[in-house]
């Protein structure tokens, strides 16, 4: 394991790089975690300075065709997590690292709670999608604390919880005892009283929720530590702020990753 610790010009960040073996069962590759110092107190004359959640405006329409393409191929109905964002930073960071890196664009910055659902109907999925307010205490998700770090990896599909091979960068976030029992209650939602499924599937806990900032193909990966460790403390409402849960989405990730489409939005404020 080796430290490593930014210089006194950045936010302070310190780094714990691990180098994990194919043996461990959590960490199957090269997974890098970093702890933020986050020092609240504002610079000198900006003592009234307040961020605000972003305002999203009408996208820019931005030509995605010069960069590279994930190729791994995805499957089934998908619900995500919409995190609140500080003047856009988790979008405006997306957008960084793909235009800089030409990497594969991530169409909609998001966690996610439930992957590649093969049992309902588009149809189906919407009309329970449209009663998930009422499955959650008090009608919204919990909200996220702080991230814990960023983590750098690449997956392996078949190794243990790992359903696709793709190279990441993320926001490392975690679970709270609310979030495993929202978490359970979406299951139980989308997979009780369905014809197909003869008991809820048993998830694999506790949840490791992330919200990732750029993907690559594992055997063309331009993600770099140094650039997204630099991006971070150059942007620190990344690993500095705790974000309630704006939206969850329903998504077709059927396919290659530019032929998802959103397919419903459920807001929660």
């Not at 933020?36 to 610079?43: A, G, L, Q, R």
């Not at 009234?48 to 009408?58: G, K, L, N, Y």
């Not at 975690?174 to 029992?181: C, L």
């Not at 929202?182 to 997979?191: E, H, K, N, R, S």
Request: charged share 25%; hydrophobic share 35%.
């Amino acid at each position: 394991m080796t430290k490593l610790y930014m210089s006194a010009s950045c936010p302070e960040l310190k780094a714990e790089s691990v180098i994990s073996s194919d043996e461990e069962e959590d960490d199957n590759n090269e997974r890098i975690l970093l702890e933020p110092i986050v020092d609240d107190t504002p610079p000198p004359g900006l003592t009234d300075f307040v961020v605000q959640p972003a305002i999203i405006e009408s996208p820019t329409i931005t030509d995605h065709s010069n960069r590279r393409k994930l190729q791994w191929k995805f499957k089934g109905l998908t619900l995500w997590l919409e995190l609140e964002e500080f003047n856009n930073d988790i979008s405006r960071a997306v957008e960084n690292f793909s235009s800089r890196h030409s990497n594969p664009f991530i169409p909609k910055p998001h966690t996610t709670a439930i992957y590649g659902m093969e049992h309902l109907t588009v149809q189906e999925a919407k009309e329970r999608l449209s009663k998930v307010k009422e499955c959650m205490n008090g009608g919204q998700w919990p909200s996220f604390a702080k991230p814990t770090g960023i983590t750098s990896d690449i997956a392996v599909c078949g190794r243990p919880g790992q359903v696709c091979s793709i190279a990441w960068s993320e926001l490392t976030l975690s679970t709270s005892p609310q979030h495993e029992v929202a978490l359970d209650a979406l299951y139980q939602l989308f997979y009780s009283n369905h014809s197909s499924v003869a008991f809820v599937p048993v998830r694999d806990g506790p949840w490791k929720p992330h919200n990732s900032i750029a993907y690559d193909n594992p055997e063309t990966n331009t993600l770099s530590l140094l650039d997204t460790v630099l991006y971070a403390s150059e942007n620190p409402t990344l690993l500095g702020r705790e974000r309630r849960v704006e939206a969850i989405s329903l998504w077709s990730t059927e396919g290659k990753m530019e032929d998802w489409i959103c397919l419903d939005r459920v807001k929660f404020w």
